[in-house]
């Protein structure tokens, strides 16, 4: 682990100061590839590690060390940054450390949603009462992993992405799960009503209890700790731990106070830079060309083409076509499903599906005139690699006949799979 960087004034030896605020995916990547001219500061106390992972560790998969991040060149300070002086190029710190820059790189991620349910916050309270956690940092997950044993009573509020690999790491941990979902379906934004269908079969199999079409109204709270999830049509559900997995807002605090143009997240152009043009955004936190994406996947690309336009190989970055993807482990076997694009149809769009009860699978690609427009694979996943890079590249779909379209012709007329 690096030491925690105490800042002297010395510039490193290139002369310039690149200070990177975060080291979530996307500030370590950065700070990866920039070297030892990048100064990192973050201040959870771990050491910075992949956060797509941490309902394996929430499951009791992996130990919190397996899903460290390759460890960066240069220094790390761990402290909260809480202002940035533009007019002086200096950084200030909970800690009470300034740090010089050149280059400012923002890389603060997001906020966990939290609802505004009756009850979950006392009037004028800063803090969630105890029992009820977000899905965030490897502080919420030993938080919740350290009050989860068997037959405990959980309640997970939100059924997307989050809320499902919240809910079916509980319930590998033999917890007693309901899921509340406020959509009419398990991960609406990602997936078309059938292979929801499929997930939703999963996790009542593992044994998680799922209410769609379900708001919730509020907590109850009995000697500080929530003991009760009420729900709109007066159902209340007992508990002995509450998971929000509602949703994430882009981190933008630092450069609002900045003065920095922001939307939802901190704009940013497509050389990564701000409205500021020493100052660059990545990942969560960042708005590109009106997109905030909140996955794992565009963070890296940003930070990888963030480091090119830093060191002169310049690339531009004109966005990502971002994947979806999900293992839900099971003893007879894991689910995986990946999803992409547009899952549902549009009138006119041609569209083909597979679908193998008895498998359990699942293929569906929509295509718009010669174009792949999205799809869906659950528990079959052998062409994705060829589906994704015909919705990636977005060009022509090659007729038919055209071998190299063959991964794709196959999906589309030949069942079995690849
Ligand atoms: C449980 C979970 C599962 C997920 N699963 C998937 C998945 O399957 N697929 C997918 O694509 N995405 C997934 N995501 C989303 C993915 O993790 C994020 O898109 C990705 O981590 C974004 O990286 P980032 O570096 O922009 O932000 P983050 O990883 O959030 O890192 C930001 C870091 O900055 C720090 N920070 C913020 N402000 C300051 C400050 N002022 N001073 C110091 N430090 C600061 C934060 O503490 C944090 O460490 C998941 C997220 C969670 C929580």
């Known amino acids: 682990m690096t030491a925690p960087y105490e800042h002297d004034g010395t510039p490193p030896r290139d002369g310039s100061r690149v200070v990177v605020i ?17 100064v990192l500061i973050g201040e959870e106390a771990h050491a910075p590690y992949n956060r797509v992972l941490l309902a394996e560790v929430l499951a009791g998969t992996y130990t919190p060390d397996v899903i460290e991040l390759p460890a960066t060149p240069g220094p790390r300070l761990r402290t909260r940054a809480v202002r940035v002086d533009r007019e002086r190029r200096v950084v200030q710190c909970e800690s009470g450390a300034e ?14 949603v939290l ?45 997307g992405l989050l809320g499902v690999s919240a809910a079916r790491a509980l319930a590998r941990r ?61 159902y209340v559900l007992g508990t002995d731990v509450t998971v929000l997995a509602c949703g994430v807002r882009p981190r933008t605090g630092l450069a609002q106070a900045a003065g920095l143009d922001v939307g939802k997240g901190v704009l940013v152009d497509d050389a990564l830079r701000t409205s500021d043009p020493r100052i660059h955004a990545v990942g969560d936190c960042a708005q590109h060309a009106g997109t905030v994406y909140g996955l794992a996947t565009p963070a890296l690309e940003q930070a990888d083409a963030l480091a090119g336009v830093l060191t002169g190989g310049a690339d531009a970055y004109t966005g990502t076509r971002a994947l979806t993807r999900l293992t839900l482990p099971h003893t007879a076997g894991p689910l995986d499903l990946a999803a ?36 869906v ?12 890079h015909a919705w990636e590249s977005n060009e022509p779909l090659p007729a038919a006949g055209d071998t190299t379209a063959a991964p794709l012709l196959h999906l589309l007329t030949h069942d079995g799979g690849l």
């Not at 975060?22 to 990048?38: I, K, S, Y």
């Not at 965030?136 to 037959?151: N, Y």
């Open 22 to 38: 975060g080291t979530g995916l996307a500030g370590t990547r950065l700070a990866q590839r920039l070297g030892e001219r990048a």
């Open 174 to 234: 033999g917890a007693q799960v309901v899921l509340t979902q406020q959509a009419e379906r398990l991960m609406e934004r990602q997936l078309d009503p059938r292979s929801s269908e499929l997930v939703r079969r999963h996790l009542t199999a593992l044994g998680v209890e799922i209410h769609t079409e379900c708001r919730v109204r509020g907590v109850g709270v009995v000697d500080g700790r929530v003991r009760r999830v009420e729900l709109h049509d007066g």
């Open 99 to 112: 740090v010089p820059y050149d280059t400012l790189v923002l890389a603060t991620g997001s906020n966990p």
């Open 340 to 375: 992409f694009g547009e899952t549902e149809a549009l009138p006119g769009d041609d569209v083909v599906q597979l679908a193998d009860a008895t498998r359990g699978t699942y293929r569906k690609v929509v295509v718009r005139g010669d174009r792949l427009v999205g799809g």
């Open 115 to 159: 609802p505004p349910l009756r009850g979950l916050f006392e009037p004028g309270a800063r803090e969630l009462p105890g029992g009820v956690h977000a899905f965030r940092t490897m502080d919420d997950c030993l938080a919740l992993s350290g009050t989860v044993t068997e037959g405990t009573r959980a309640v997970v509020i939100g059924g």
């Open 377 to 388: 694979l659950v528990g079959e996943l052998a062409s994705v690699g060829a589906l994704a």
